[in-house]
């Protein structure tokens, strides 16, 4: 499900996966953090940069959903984004036939700026 969620749904093979996330640490404008409370890691938060404005993409571990989770992971990575990268806007890619994702998006106040199979969607910080 995470995987055709996002926005190239097709598995990917480990080594790929290790060579990413090797990129990702490397990449000093791509942030990724984790959301863990009670050491129990719920989910992920990624940040892309570019000038003051970040693309964000979230995930919560399957066996987690369903929660209120992501509601709250979405609205506590915005507010670690504002803080410590001095973001002016994020902006965000969400599916049309992702509900859970363009439900929370939109109760943490995000617009569409554009719709489509794949919506644009923008949060002023
Ligand atoms: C999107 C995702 C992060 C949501 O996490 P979550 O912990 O399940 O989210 P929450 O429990 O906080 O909220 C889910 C909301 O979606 C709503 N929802 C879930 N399925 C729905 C459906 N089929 N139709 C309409 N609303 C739906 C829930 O009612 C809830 O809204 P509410 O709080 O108003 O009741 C999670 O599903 C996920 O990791 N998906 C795979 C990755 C992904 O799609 N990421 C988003 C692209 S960046």
Redesign the pocket.
């Given at each position: 499900?995470?995987v055709a969620?996002?926005l190239v749904s097709e598995p990917v093979p480990l080594e790929d996966h290790v060579r990413w996330f090797e990129g990702v640490l490397a990449n000093p404008r791509r942030h990724l953090l984790i959301g863990e409370a009670g050491g129990i890691r719920y989910?992920t938060v990624r940040f892309d940069e570019i000038d003051d404005t970040a693309e964000?993409?979230?995930?919560?571990n399957?066996e987690?959903?369903?929660?209120?989770?992501?509601?709250?992971?979405?609205n506590a990575a915005a507010q670690w984004a504002k803080e410590e990268l001095h973001l002016g806007r994020i902006i965000?890619?969400?599916?049309q036939d992702?509900?859970?994702?363009?439900?929370?998006f939109n109760?943490a106040g995000y617009e569409i700026s554009a719709p489509g199979e794949v919506n644009s969607l923008v949060k002023y910080l």
């Open positions: 499900m995470t969620m996002s989910g964000i993409s979230i995930t919560v399957p987690f959903r369903g929660q209120g989770i992501g509601g709250k992971l979405l965000a890619q969400i599916k992702n509900p859970a994702s363009l439900a929370i109760k």
